[in-house]
């Protein structure tokens, strides 16, 4: 078996973690809804909101919105707002109009905002009343995403958890992959599972849903994403048995995270090593091209997505660059511990935000490179700051050993970015100096 390092102690496990919580610039959790209905192909995600929330879509969706995208906002009027109409009969209306309009539809998901919250709208009890209207062509669920409950990726934790109880029960030794992941990232992995001899591998969501996985006591899931705390519980509470990784990010999160799995399905070294040695090279020498760049440079996580934690410790591990903070919108502590075991010791981790303290705390760090969200990207340029904008780590295929050269090359740009304009980074107001025409640079 490839040497695995001991995953469960050291590095920051045991490391008190700085809590705040305060002014936050994040994403709700509506935003996962991007890539969940690119996912799942039958699915249609139904946002019961303002028009603030199907403003946020369509920013966060960009050119999607122009290809008949499987999602949409029934927005709550006034009367609505007052009680003056039903607003669950509405609802009622607003479905049978949308699944007579789109019959390819086979899951419906009525995915709750702040307003819905607020007026607590029981989408729970539509979702029941509707699956009974619709069976057994439509299936309804429900699921938050509201900015009050959820925090960008959560939304996908939430979609999947309210998945889990309606899973088809079954006792066949299957292992389920939970996490979206691109569908070619996702054959990828599939093809490395194959090889190593896993006879039934299913995936949480599936790309339809008549492939809906089965669950039962012989099931074992690995998460493929850090995020999805209230799944991780939801698929404990069906009897399927977790397996412990760190998060298959770079050569080495990859080949930890099969080599978990490995272990549990009693794979032998020897065909272990045989089946990884090639992808594995290939890894490794496509994450040396951006560590010429990126070892040594300063790295600085403002709170977005929950991956903050395994890409520091890739970054750190595999790139040699020094994580100054590692923020995250929340710490799942069992979850993370795999990867936060491996993450140098000491290094300030910070769960929540209050993001006038944490640029304090960034200025005076004076990091090489900042991973933050849209919002503080371009501001902090321009104090002379180079930033990576941390919503193409959810976007941009990462996962795995065919990804982990890109996963690097995507820090290493904006260095090199930098160095191509001829801009010192940390230099106050330096982003406002362009090269002149005719200046020497
Ligand atoms: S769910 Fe809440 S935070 Fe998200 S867009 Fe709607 S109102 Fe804004």
Redesign the pocket.
């Known amino acids: 078996m490839t040497e695995m390092p001991h995953i469960n102690s050291g590095g920051c496990v045991d490391q008190p973690i700085l809590r705040e919580r305060g002014q936050h610039e994040v ?5 996962s809804i991007i890539w969940l209905h690119r996912k799942m192909q039958d699915a249609f995600f139904l ?1 019961v ?2 028009r ?2 199907a ?3 369509q920013s966060a969706a960009g050119v999607m919105i122009f290809a008949e995208p499987r999602f949409a906002t029934a927005i709550l009027e006034e009367t609505d707002l007052a009680g003056l109409a039903d607003a669950q009969d509405e609802l009622d209306r607003e479905v049978a109009r949308l699944l007579a309009r789109r019959p390819d539809i086979r899951q419906l998901f009525l995915v ?4 819905s919250e607020v007026i607590k709208l029981d989408l729970a009890r539509a979702a029941e009343r509707l699956t009974e209207a619709h069976a057994p062509h439509v299936r309804v669920l429900s699921w938050s ?4 409950e959820t925090t960008f990726t959560e939304g996908e934790d939430a979609c999947l958890a309210a998945m889990v109880p309606g899973l088809p029960r079954g006792d066949s030794s299957n292992l389920l992959v939970v996490g979206a992941l691109p569908d070619v990232v996702e054959d990828q992995a599939r093809r490395l599972l194959a090889d190593l001899g896993i006879a039934q591998v299913d995936w949480l969501p599936a790309r339809r849903s008549d492939a809906a996985p089965q669950v039962g006591p012989n099931t074992r899931f690995i998460l493929s994403q850090p995020f999805l705390g209230d799944t991780y519980a939801a698929l404990e509470r069906r009897g399927a048995r977790p397996i412990a990784a760190p998060m298959p990010f770079g050569e080495e999160g990859t080949t930890a995270w099969l080599a978990s799995i490995a272990q549990e399905f009693d794979i032998g070294p020897e065909h272990f090593a045989r089946v990884t040695e090639a992808p594995r090279e290939r890894a490794r020498a496509a994450v040396a091209r951006a560590t010429e760049t990126l070892a040594g440079k300063r790295i600085f996580f403002f709170p977005d997505s929950q991956l903050e934690i395994p890409l520091a410790r890739f970054l750190a591990r595999e790139c040699a660059m020094e994580p100054v903070e590692v923020g995250s919108p929340f710490i799942h502590r069992q979850i993370t511990a795999p990867d936060l075991a491996l993450v140098p010791e000491g290094t300030p981790l910070s769960e929540g935000q209050d993001v006038d303290l944490q640029l304090d705390r960034l200025r005076a760090a004076a990091p090489d490179l900042t991973v933050c969200g849209l919002g503080l990207a371009n501001p902090l340029e321009a104090e002379g700051l180079t930033t990576k904008w941390a919503i193409e780590l959810v976007f941009t295929p990462v996962h795995f050993y065919e990804q982990a050269g890109d996963l690097a090359e995507l820090f290493a740009r904006p260095l090199r970015r930098k160095a191509a304009l001829h801009l010192s980074p940390n230099t106050p107001g330096s982003a406002r100096g362009w090269p002149l025409a005719g200046q020497p640079s």
Do not use: A, K, R
């Open positions: 994403f709700c959790g509506l935003t946002v909101g303002s603030t929330c403003h946020l879509l709750g905002s702040c307003p995403g509201s900015g009050i």
